[in-house]
Structures are given as C-alpha cells and as structure tokens.
C-alpha cells in the first residue's frame, strides 16, 4: 500500500498549483478567508509566484500584495473574454500597457 504522508500531499499540491497558475497569470479574487486585512472581493490580480506550500504570491490591481492560499481563499482565473477586455484597453494592474502573458 502507498500513502502519501502529509509533506508529500502538500508539495504535490503545490506542484500543480505552480504549473497551473505560472507567473503572470491573471486571477479573480472572489473573497479571502480569515486574513485580517483582507484584498477586496472582486478584485483582479497576476500572480509573481506559487511557493513551495501553494500559496500564491500575487500583486492586485488595487495596488496591494498578498499570497491567495488556496482552499481559504476563494478565486479564479481570468477568463478568455477578460483578458482580451484587458488586452483592448490597453492597462494592466499599473496602468501600462499591456504585454503578452
């Protein structure tokens, strides 16, 4: 029998974590958990990096920083339609111009 002890579980996770949302990918924050100082629900940002736990590192539009911990925090990808709404208006989180992701 193979189980997988915690350690392994989380840094399996992690791994797709990594290769689902590479730098530079385009998220929805749809609501934090239990962080105290919560991003705003609803707000768009790019994640900078997944760590080794799964906890995505991402800058918000809104000008804030904050990792997105899957399963505590509720997000999703950008999808297609957004981000060729993005790509039109030409603006990106700071207000320059888009560059192909």
């Not at 705003?40 to 760590?51: L, M």
């Not at 925090?73 to 990106?92: I, P, V, Y």
Request: a negative charge; glycine letters at 10%.
């Amino acid at each position: 029998m193979n189980t997988m002890n915690e350690w392994e579980r989380l840094h399996q996770q992690a791994k797709r974590y990594q290769a689902e949302y590479p730098p530079g990918t385009r998220i929805m924050l749809l609501s934090m958990g239990r962080d105290p100082c919560p991003v705003e629900d609803q707000t768009r940002g790019t994640v900078r990096v997944v760590d080794d736990i799964g906890t995505l590192h991402c800058t918000f539009d809104n000008g804030r920083s904050l990792g997105v911990v899957p399963g505590e925090d509720s997000f999703r990808k950008l999808t297609e339609e957004e981000l060729a709404e993005e790509q039109e208006s030409g603006m990106t989180e700071d207000q320059g111009p888009v560059m192909g992701m």
